[in-house]
């Protein structure tokens, strides 16, 4: 599965940017995904979930504290497409974003792909 991030860019405080993850691959392991999540890696710190989706709680959202109320992740299905909607950014929004997907390639495999990621900048 490859993946494909696109949407960075510098934005004010306060203001909002949609990132895309564009999903590509086998069917069959496009269809086995069974995690996609938004991850960051602010400068000079470890890269940190942001949110993510799983099928293990039927899809249900999942956010860290620190964007709860302000990001929204979601997917478009027939495009194979993750998104996070950000809003009300700050200036410690300022990261890479990557996107990342777990599928399982056999009964005791699973497989893990990262996208290359993409910039947010927050800057006055």
């Known amino acids: 599965v490859q993946l494909v991030e696109s949407g960075g860019d510098f934005v004010h405080p306060g203001g909002s940017l949609r990132l895309s993850c564009t999903v590509s691959g086998s069917p069959e392991d496009i269809s086995n995904i069974y995690f996609m999540g938004w991850y960051r890696r602010q400068p000079e710190k470890s890269r940190e979930e942001v949110a993510s989706?799983?099928?293990?709680?039927?899809?249900?959202?999942n956010y860290a504290e620190f964007v709860k109320g302000r990001f929204t992740i979601s997917r478009d299905i027939p495009k194979n497409t993750l998104y996070l909607q950000m809003n009300a950014l700050d200036f410690e929004d300022t990261a890479v974003y990557y996107c990342?997907?777990?599928?399982?390639?056999?009964?005791?495999?699973?497989?893990?792909?990262w996208g290359q990621g993409t910039q947010v900048t927050v800057s006055s």
């Open positions: 990342s997907v777990w599928y399982r390639v056999s009964p005791t495999r699973i497989d893990t792909s």
């Open positions: 989706i799983t099928v293990d709680n039927g899809w249900a959202p």
